[in-house]
């Protein structure tokens, strides 16, 4: 019982496996004869257990916080990701079912399209006739400046086989007696693609049905008397080689489209065409009719009054 003192020091790394082989035998053989060192022992093994179950435990407090945080913000991440889902979604739906009502209009073959105009000091009237394979538009412009009210009236005959001819009736404001008129122009046919010529409208594809969805705010509105979705999207009209969300040229175009046949009721356009008379917004409002042209309203007029120009 002489090295009870040295066991002691020694116990605590006993306890804890620290000891070397020699030094294991030593307190070994000491304890077997020893009931003091024996009881320390497990005192000492007993304090140890303690001390690895309250950091065990506290351990695993962390993790359960730490697992609580990650899946709260999981949870953050999968609800708004459901969000964006059902909000670009919902839109791309409404994108889509407009666009397809739109189109059932594209082989329509008698209609009336009329429109009204307002720009700054411009405003103007667009009448379209279409009747089996002719089509016929007039285009009037009044304009306020320089005291003066001034109208221009354009008119354009064509036909499905893309020969146009023009008639430019009163276009010169010095001149106002000249009756001009372009004969065999190559025409726009794409301008009467449908009922709209409405080619801002249409995505070709889901990744511009996408941009167009993301970059819209729909609400639904009434608009001339009509129930509509009114479409605020971008328009990006630079090169059309560059990914479509790093090109700079940009403009915000509005439509109001009725609910029921997806026609356009009203229409504002924000690019800059005709900047320098004034605003820049353009607002357009529609009317049409079906099945109402007549031979009559296609009666092309009589070329012989007109100075033939090219
Ligand atoms: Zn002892």
Redesign the pocket.
């Known amino acids: 019982?002489k090295?009870?003192k040295v066991?002691e020091d020694l116990l605590p790394n006993y306890a804890e496996k620290l000891t070397s082989e020699e030094t294991n035998q030593y307190i070994e053989n000491?304890?077997a004869e020893?009931k003091?060192?024996s009881e320390k022992l497990k005192i000492i093994q007993k304090e140890i257990e303690v001390d690895k179950r309250v950091d065990l435990k506290k351990e695993s407090n962390y993790l359960k916080k730490y697992n609580k945080k990650l899946r709260i913000f999981e949870a953050i991440i999968l609800i708004a990701i459901a969000v964006f889902i059902v909000t670009v979604g919902r839109k791309m739906l409404i994108i889509q079912c407009m666009q397809n009502k739109i189109a059932q209009y594209d082989e329509i073959d008698n209609f009336y399209r009329k429109c009204n105009y307002y720009q700054g000091d411009i405003m103007g009237t667009t009448e379209i006739y279409k009747k089996e394979d002719k089509f016929k538009s007039r285009l009037s412009d009044l304009w306020f400046c320089d005291e003066n009210t001034r109208l221009d009236v354009r008119e354009v005959y064509g036909n499905d086989k893309n020969e146009n001819w023009y008639i430019i009736d009163n276009y010169n404001n010095k001149d106002k007696s000249r009756k001009t008129a372009m004969l065999n122009q190559k025409g726009s046919k794409k301008t009467m693609k449908g009922i709209l010529g409405m080619h801002n409208f249409e995505t070709n594809n889901f990744w511009e049905l996408f941009i167009m969805a993301i970059t819209s705010n729909i609400s639904s509105e009434s608009c001339n008397g009509k129930e509509c979705y009114r479409i605020s999207y971008t328009v990006f009209t630079g090169c059309p080689a560059t990914p479509i969300l790093w090109q700079q040229e940009h403009y915000r175009q509005i439509y109001y489209l009725e609910r029921e046949t997806g026609l356009p009721v009203r229409s504002i356009d924000n690019r800059d065409i005709r900047i320098n008379h004034g605003e820049k917004e353009e607002i357009l409002d529609y009317e049409y009719e079906f099945g109402n042209v007549t031979e009559e309203d296609m009666k092309e007029p009589d070329i012989g009054e007109y100075e033939i120009v090219k």
Do not use: A, E, Q, T
């Open positions: 019982m090295n009870c066991i000491h304890m020893c003091d060192c």
